[in-house]
């Protein structure tokens, strides 16, 4: 999970445009510290430099096997209705909230529904009277996550056109952030 949700830190940027395979993560890391709010920026050095909280909420999560790589480009829908994920590269194990914020973050232009309608829907589904308490956590693990996984690629939108969705990651991790135990 550390390297999972750290995979794509300003730190590998650097590392990538000194391999000479620059994807433009530094740069969205360096318009991310221009654009961001200043807490959602404190906030993403410190879990970069030190992932651990996050680490430990998305251990006491239920786990299962997460993609990893879950985007549109790798979803196909056979004739007849079934679902076939491909490109299972990065597969791992952990809280399906790591990959609903990838997904998310990585397809909301292609969504068609605004973020926060999909992450309702998605509560309505999985919630229930008991499970409240636990999906508030998975829900600030789901922006926590987001953040730190294309925090670099909102910022690197908002500086070309709108910047509502990374005001909106950064607003929902920065809560998180403040609502739970491990981040104080």
Not at 67 to 88: S, T, Y
Not at 107 to 136: F, H, K, M, Q
């Amino acid at each position: 999970l550390e390297s999972r949700v750290t995979m794509l830190s300003p730190a590998v940027g650097r590392m990538l445009i000194e391999g000479g395979r620059d994807f433009g993560l530094a740069r969205g890391w360096d318009a991310f510290s221009r654009i961001a709010p200043p807490e959602a920026v404190r906030l993403a050095e410190r879990l970069f430099a030190d992932p651990a909280p996050l680490v430990s909420l998305l251990r006491s999560l239920p786990q299962t096997l997460l993609h990893g790589d879950l985007k549109l480009a790798n979803i196909a829908i056979e004739p007849g209705g079934r679902l076939c994920l491909l490109d299972w590269a990065l597969v791992c194990h952990g809280p399906a909230a790591v990959d609903l914020a990838w997904f998310l973050a990585v397809n909301s232009s292609r969504v068609g529904v605004p973020l926060p309608a999909v992450v309702d829907r998605y509560i309505a589904e999985r919630t229930d009277a008991s499970s409240a308490e636990r999906w508030r956590r998975e829900h600030d693990a789901f922006m926590l996550c987001g953040l730190l996984l294309y925090g670099w690629g909102k910022a690197l939108d908002a500086e070309s056109g709108p910047g509502a969705e990374l005001r909106w990651w950064c607003d929902g991790a920065v809560s998180a952030a403040e609502s739970l135990n491990e981040f104080r």
